[in-house]
């Protein structure tokens, strides 16, 4: 801890730049077509989602709580876009603007009903999950929305920087900076985590610890409006069953991104950078699973294997790095 | 009386019996031999799943793999069956076997390790469904021996089916574990404050697993019932267990941070909620609203154990005035 160099190096997002720059190495030596124009592409139309759904759970998990309704959430805001646009004719700039505050009033729910009831949100969640995805399925009958604007259509197909690049993961970068900056330097981002990290003294200094809980449910059904809104983009319609049954496809990349970050389940850390690579890593090694070809199939059970891997190293690092610390 | 009136399943009971005879009175159809059939199979089944959540909450944690451990178990038994022609029995031992393990792993790892067994079990939860999908390329296993076929099914006597009684047999051990032998005391103990269970010299190892690979046995019999009832093994069993098993204790008035579980409630608990949707069906709504009606049931039962904590505050609040 005295020295200056180690001490990023002995920091989780070191390890995971590390591993992420392995992985793709060997991914770039042992498969074709890892490094063509096109599966870059192709990848940053999936890591730039990857990320915004692991921020949009970091926020909660700093709660010490967790948002099961992440994927219904998102899944409702992006087809409530998606009738904005096809049925009512909603120009789009203001659809976006309506879809986010959508999304932060149904995470608004989550706060308040967690924050009231005093109960665990895993529960409060795991109810308004199938509330949410339940409404959803009943109010578009299923029906997907597939007459959406073509601007907003063509800037989810948008090729950037030699056509490397979708403009999807430059939002996402972004939130990155953004949210980097609201935690880091200014004072309710600073409060937030004051909040996630000890309820009761944050209580005694003046914070009103459950309106800090609201805010994290809102900022995370806000980000997963805006994934939604980036996935009715990138498939250029709103379908209901764009994020699996319930919303369960985006509940592992939603937990892979911040645990492999390094954002404790405890609650009160944040590491924004950590979710990025995260979600990086786990899209790189989806990806990587496919290209050398395990089957389909076996991909669910490797990335099973890769989260079991990931907190266990974890733990391990964990473990080293306070008996390195008691020893000197 | 009163002692009574504080149980958890009295009220429950109350709404049960209650909310039976007012649907019956409306459509008569609800009391008919079949209806009644039907609903006393998709109780066994639920029942079985909600007792193998039941166990995890009692410790304070919460396993999402249980569905994940049932399909498994569901499709190696329908396999072992089929590619393998083995014989019921064995391929029951086996199924058995596999659930055991499934729930080893998970209280192996997650006591050892002291990571949240929520973690642990999404992970396993990959894990079991990906080898599941490996295995079967998403594909069901349809050649089942009519014994099978018969036991899920037929029916005892009237519109009793032989389901039930693995189910009933579950229940009663499962009371017995949690009110009656040292191991389900010790286990609420644990759940209750872990601190103090060690003090006094409960081993968490053990109960963390033993709770563990109780969960992942009746995950894995519950599994093996709906193999039962569908009379195929098709991948997809356990994929809509979650919200109910979860539902069904929490109905039952089990708090989640550990140490208070109802066997009794937890059973009303499924009843009522596989009354609910029957109810549904039958007044022909729309089966999207289940879903909805599950969720918000559950969020009125938080609120009501919430009110319910807050008037018993208050209570010993004023005794401890005078």
């Known amino acids: 801890m005295n020295n200056k160099i180690p001490n990023f190096v002995k920091t989780n997002q070191f390890g995971l730049l590390i591993l992420v720059i392995v992985f793709i190495c060997i991914f770039s030596f042992s498969t074709d077509g890892f490094t063509s124009r096109f599966n870059i592409y192709a990848l940053s139309r999936v890591v730039a989602l990857d990320i915004m759904i692991g921020l949009a759970m970091m926020v909660v998990i700093l709660t010490g709580g967790l948002n099961l309704s992440l994927g219904a959430l998102g899944v409702s805001a992006a087809m409530f876009g998606g009738w904005c646009m096809e049925s009512m004719g909603i120009p789009i700039s203001i659809t976006i603007i309506l879809v986010l505050a959508f999304g932060s009033f149904l995470g608004w729910i989550n706060g308040f009903v967690t924050v009231r009831t005093g109960v665990h949100s895993f529960i409060v969640t795991l109810a308004t999950m199938s509330i949410y995805f339940g409404f959803m399925t009943l109010l578009t009958e299923a029906e997907a929305f597939r007459k959406l604007p073509e601007a907003f259509t063509d800037f989810g197909s948008l090729k ?6 979708s403009p999807l993961l430059i939002i996402s970068v972004m939130t990155c900076f953004v949210l980097y900056y609201i935690f880091k330097y200014t004072d309710i981002g600073r409060k937030l985590i004051a909040a996630g990290a000890n309820p009761d003294a944050a209580e005694l200094s003046g914070i009103s610890v459950d309106r800090m809980f609201i805010y994290c449910h809102m900022l995370s059904g806000f980000l997963a409006a805006l994934a939604g809104i980036m996935l009715t983009a990138r498939i250029g319609a709103a379908i209901p069953s764009m994020a699996g049954h319930l919303g369960f496809d985006w509940l592992l990349p939603a937990f892979l991104a911040p645990v492999l ?18 979600a990086i890593l786990v899209t ?45 | 009386m009163s002692a009574l009136l504080k149980k958890d399943w009295f009220g429950l009971g109350l709404v049960l019996i209650f909310g039976s005879i007012l649907i019956s009175l409306f459509k008569p159809a609800f009391i008919s031999p079949f209806n009644l059939y039907v609903l006393m199979l998709s109780v066994s089944l639920m029942l079985v799943v909600a007792m193998s959540q039941m166990i995890i909450i009692a410790i304070g944690q919460m396993n999402l793999s249980v569905g994940a451990i049932g399909g498994l178990v569901a499709i190696s038994f329908t396999g072992l069956m089929e590619v393998y022609s083995m014989s019921i029995l064995p391929a029951v031992l086996i199924g058995l076997l596999i659930g055991l393990a499934c729930g080893f792993i998970n209280g192996y790892i997650t006591v050892k390790t002291g990571i949240s067994a929520f973690i642990i079990t999404l992970a396993t939860l990959y894990i079991f469904k ?133 066997v009794i409630a937890t059973a009303f608990g499924v009843i009522l909620v596989s009354i609910i949707s029957q109810a549904l069906v039958i007044f022909k709504i729309d089966p999207f609203f289940v879903q909805i009606f599950l969720g918000f049931m559950i969020l009125l039962a938080v609120f009501i154990n919430r009110y319910r904590e807050y008037r018993e505050e208050r209570r010993t609040k004023v005794f401890s005035d005078e």
């Open chain 1, 261 to 278: 970050g390094g954002t404790l389940l405890s609650g009160g850390k944040v590491t924004v950078f950590g979710t990025m690579l995260g």
């Open chain 1, 160 to 165: 950037l920087f030699n056509k490397y690049i």
């Open chain 2, 130 to 262: 990906g080898m599941n999908l490996g295995i079967t390329e998403a594909q069901p296993f349809y050649e089942i021996p009519e014994a099978v076929k018969f036991f899920g099914n037929a029916k005892i006597f009237g519109p009793i089916p032989y389901l039930v009684i693995i189910p009933i047999i579950i229940t009663i051990l499962m009371w017995i574990l949690m009110n009656r032998t040292s191991l389900g005391r010790y286990m609420l103990a644990y759940g209750n404050n872990v601190q103090s269970s060690e003090l006094i010299g409960i081993s968490s190892t053990k109960i963390v697993i033993y709770a563990h690979v109780i969960s992942g046995l009746l995950a894995a019999i519950g599994g093996m019932l709906v193999v039962c009832r569908l009379q195929l093994g098709t991948p997809n069993i356990g994929d809509s267990w979650l919200l109910p098993s979860f539902a069904a204790p929490v109905i039952g008035g089990a708090i989640l941070a550990g140490g208070k579980v109802d």
């Open chain 1, 284 to 328: 790189l090694i989806n990806n990587g699973l496919y290209l050398i070809d395990v089957g389909e199939f076996w991909v669910r059970f490797f990335l099973g294997i890769i989260l079991l891997g990931a907190v266990l190293l974890d733990r391990a690092r964990e473990y080293f790095t306070v008996k390195n610390s008691i020893v000197s």
